[in-house]
Each structure stands twice: as structure tokens, then as C-alpha cells.
């Protein structure tokens, strides 16, 4: 990234970090940073990365595996998105409008999370071998709020939008959470192929991926305090978003 791609992205990062709602046209600064970013055909994942929030390991000895995220379905992911679509797939500016007003539509004023939550067996790092078996309490019986301004926000709703088993720890990176937000037609990719589901009853890691969406009426939007949290049983897992 150069130097004056980085000025960019700090003074993107703080307008849309402070954009509860979505504007009626997508924010330029994140619009030209994805179109950047869409320079590199495997980089749309920087997209997502200034509102991911990884909030769950495995222990490996010394080394923790990541395995559990956050996503803020933001303005400036959105418009990043758009961008980076823009740049690979060649649209008009008049397309890239027409499909922030549909996410924008979609979204209906909303402040909408997707969360991974994961398990899987213990692993001996030194052998490479997995032992024992995934715990699911903690994915299937959860619950999410909000903390905004210290005040604390029931969900409107909360919904288990997919879920799956896998042979593999590493499915647990890059797995598409946003096809399963709202407007999800404007911001999947031509060639992309889309999440169908599987009849899978094997494998022992386990991938649960909840939408939540929470509804702030007249709350302050400037405050810069909001943190997410999935409270469980066994723990409480922290996703705070810097604003």
C-alpha cells in the first residue's frame, strides 16, 4: 500500500467509522480505496478487514489459532466492496450507485453484525494430531448484545443463517460471511460462486455463523463506544469496533 493510500484509508476509516447509517450515496474515500485494492484479484478480503474483529482462538502449544469473528456490515465495507467489484469487473459508476441503493434498501436502517462462532477437537501441537471432541454448547446456545454508550441493546434479531462441519481447521478463514447480508445480490462477485447447503455429517471442526441486527432509534451517533458481545455458557467473547 503506498503512503498516500494509508493517508486514505485514516481519514476514510474515521468518517465511516462514525457513519451509523448509511448514507444515500456511497462514501468516495472507500469507493477509491476498494477500486485500489482491486488492483489485486485475491485482495477483496481487505475489504472486510477495518471492521473484522477476531475474538476467538485454539490453543497449539505456544500458538493460537485464530477461529472466531466479528464482522460490522458498515458503510465503508459496503462501499469498499463496491469498489473493489467496480475495478475487477469493469461496471459504471451508474451500477455502482444503482447497488449501494439496493444494499442501502436492504438494510432499512439497521446496524447488522455477522459472527462466526466455531469449535473444534483440542490439538497437540507437537505431533499435529487432534484429540477429543468439539464442544457445541457454546455455539448453539448463545446470546448477543450491544454495548453503546454503556447502555445495553437487545438484538432485534438474531438468526443462525448457516452452519457446517469440516475435515479441515483452515475452512474457518475466508469463509464468505457476507453473502449472507442484506443486499447480497449487489455485492457478490460475477464469477463468485455462492454458499449452497451441504448435507456434510462428518468432519469435526463446526462453523455457526449468526446475523444479528440491532435497531438504535434516536441513540447518539457519534458516541465511540460499541462493542458486541456473545455470551454462552462457558464464556463471554468481546468484539469491539473502534469508531
Same mark, same amino acid.
Given at each position: 500500500?503506498?503512503? @498516500? ?15 451509523? %447509517? ?13 477500486? +485500489? ?5 485475491? @485482495? ?44 475487477? +469487473? ?32 483440542? #490439538? %497437540? ?9 468439539? #464442544?457445541?454448547? %457454546?455455539?448453539? #446456545? ?7 454508550? +454503556? ?47 451441504? #448435507? ?16 438504535? %432509534? ?20 468481546? @468484539?469491539?469496533?473502534?469508531?
Amino acid at each position: 500500500m503506498t503512503l @498516500a493510500s494509508i493517508a486514505l484509508a485514516a481519514v476514510a476509516l474515521h468518517d465511516a467509522g462514525r457513519a451509523l %447509517d448509511f448514507p444515500e450515496q456511497a462514501p468516495a474515500q472507500w469507493v477509491a480505496m476498494g477500486r +485500489e485494492w482491486g488492483e489485486s484479484p485475491t @485482495a477483496s478480503w481487505r475489504c472486510a478487514e477495518p471492521f473484522q474483529v477476531t475474538f476467538g482462538w485454539r490453543t497449539a502449544g505456544p500458538f493460537k489459532q485464530k477461529m472466531e469473528f466479528a464482522w460490522w456490515f458498515s458503510p465503508g465495507f459496503v462501499a469498499s466492496r463496491l469498489g473493489y467489484l467496480q475495478r475487477r +469487473e469493469y461496471f459504471s459508476d451508474e451500477e455502482l450507485a444503482n447497488r449501494w441503493t439496493e444494499v442501502v434498501q436492504e438494510v432499512d436502517g439497521r446496524l447488522i453484525f455477522l459472527v462466526q462462532l466455531a469449535a473444534s477437537p483440542r #490439538n %497437540d501441537w507437537i505431533n499435529g494430531e487432534e484429540y477429543g471432541t468439539a #464442544n457445541l454448547e %457454546d455455539l448453539n #446456545n448463545v446470546r448477543f448484545v450491544l454495548l453503546f454508550d +454503556e447502555e445495553v441493546i437487545t438484538p432485534q434479531k438474531q438468526t443462525l443463517v448457516w452452519k457446517q462441519r469440516s475435515e479441515k481447521f483452515s475452512d474457518y478463514t475466508g469463509f464468505p460471511w457476507y453473502q449472507f447480508a442484506p443486499g447480497v445480490s449487489a455485492i457478490i462477485g460475477e464469477f463468485e460462486s455462492t454458499l449452497a447447503p451441504k #448435507n456434510v455429517s462428518f468432519g469435526q471442526h463446526h462453523l455457526y455463523l449468526y446475523r444479528v441486527e440491532f435497531r438504535l %432509534d434516536n441513540r447518539n451517533p457519534e458516541t465511540e463506544s460499541m462493542s458486541l458481545r456473545a455470551i454462552s455458557k462457558n464464556k463471554e467473547r468481546v @468484539a469491539d469496533f473502534n469508531r
